[in-house]
T-cell receptor, first 114, second 114 residues
Framework: DQQVKQNSPSLSVQEGRISILNCDYTNSMFDYFLWYKKYPAEGPTFLISISSIKDKNEDGRFTVFLNKSAKHLSLHIVPSQPGDSAVYFCAASGWEKAGTALIFGKGTTLSVSS | KAGVTQTPRYLIKTRGQQVTLSCSPISGHRSVSWYQQTPGQGLQFLFEYFSETQRNKGNFPGRFSGRQFSNSRSEMNVSTLELGDSALYLC?????????????FGQGTRLTVV
């Protein structure tokens, strides 16, 4: 039973365009969401996070949007660059599990072509 | 500031053996959590330690265990190895002192069971 779902296994985007990665969750107790980027044979790298009290958080080219009523979040990368090509994971945690027990989606592979 | 360090990077073990993996968190981080990444299941939470106590546990059999030392370093042990235990094992550390904070990952230990 997947509590965090990334329904698109892959996404291809041209350099300079916007990349939009989506994530859905089912557990209404989740209150903190994170996005990680991962290259092969490396650990995930933290990108950006958002608390459930917000609906948007920006950091440079990365913006995360949270729609609590739809239990949906998205990561926007503008403009996309070839170096952004990686696997992107959405993760969530909730108050019933204090600390950093993160539940991950299965990832979306982003390919940015020049 | 040094990142999360995991040793060893690669390991080959035989079915039935046991293995111990090590993780040194970022200085000042008191929470260490462990994850298993496999192609089929993605990133799955194993357990989290905070101040030498297991604070959260995922849905893994008792063959998977861990501990944390007073300097926050952590070890993970898998006994009676099975072929299905072949995976990338990732350790993450965070402040996790009650507020939601991001977890920072090490590069992982690639375990192959033959």
């Amino acid at each position: 039973d997947q509590q965090v779902k990334q329904n698109s296994p892959s996404l291809s985007v041209q350099e300079g365009r916007i990349s939009i990665l989506n994530c859905d969750y089912t557990n209404s107790m989740f209150d903190y969401f994170l996005w990680y980027k991962k290259y092969p044979a490396e650990g995930p790298t933290f990108l950006i996070s958002i608390s459930s009290i917000k609906d948007k958080n920006e950091d440079g080219r990365f913006t995360v949007f949270l729609n609590k009523s739809a239990k949906h979040l998205s990561l926007h990368i503008v403009p996309s660059q070839p170096g952004d090509s990686a696997v992107y994971f959405c993760a969530a945690s909730g108050w019933e599990k204090a600390g950093t027990a993160l539940i991950f989606g299965k990832g979306t592979t982003l390919s940015v072509s020049s | 500031k040094a990142g999360v360090t995991q040793t060893p990077r690669y390991l080959i073990k035989t079915r039935g053996q046991q293995v111990t993996l090590s993780c040194s968190p970022i200085s000042g981080h008191r929470s260490v959590s462990w994850y298993q990444q496999t192609p089929g299941q993605g990133l799955q939470f194993l357990f989290e330690y905070f101040s030498e106590t297991q604070r959260n546990k995922g849905n893994f059999p008792g063959r998977f265990s861990g501990r944390q030392f007073s300097n926050s370093r952590s070890e993970m042990n898998v006994s009676t190895l099975e072929l299905g235990d072949s995976a990338l094992y990732l350790c993450a550390s965070s402040h996790a002192t009650g507020m939601r904070t991001e977890a920072f990952f090490g590069q992982g230990t690639r375990l192959t069971v033959v």
